[in-house]
């Protein structure tokens, strides 16, 4: 009979246990492992920070990935690509990461426009200002 009036006792030490092994097992580095960084990938977790890596960098070699960014379905990834070519190069050609496709076109355009006429500086170290 004793034992019985003991088990709610036991049971709570029991659960108390595992939540402090819980916590430890966090708490020491259980973390998930990261997302390799790659621009272009259709993951925006993984390339949103890739992105943003190569307009820390004003990567050139960046640039022609983040023109076609600006037609990607997802607008933070839209809004991440405009961001980095107006850190790369300087120009924003009026493109609107939130607008839709049809909007969004003409500056589109612009930029695939303006990336042709500057194909051959693109290997350079800086890109010219226009």
């Not at 493109?95 to 003409?106: A, G, M, N, Q, V």
């Amino acid at each position: 009979a004793g034992f019985l009036r003991m088990l709610p006792a036991l049971a709570l030490r029991s659960s108390f246990i595992l939540v402090a092994a819980a916590v430890a097992a966090v708490s020491a580095g259980c973390t998930l492992p990261k997302l390799p960084r790659k621009l272009g990938d259709p993951d925006p977790t993984a390339s949103i920070p890739a992105i943003r890596a190569s307009a820390a960098r004003k990567d050139l070699r960046a640039v022609d990935q983040l023109v076609e960014d600006l037609d990607h379905d997802d607008p933070a990834v839209r809004f991440y690509a405009i961001r980095a070519l107006r850190e790369i190069t300087g120009q924003t050609f009026n493109y609107r990461y939130f607008e839709d496709e049809l909007e969004r076109k003409p500056a589109v355009e612009a930029w695939r426009s303006w990336l042709k006429n500057h194909r051959a500086t693109a290997g350079a170290t800086t890109l010219p200002r226009s």
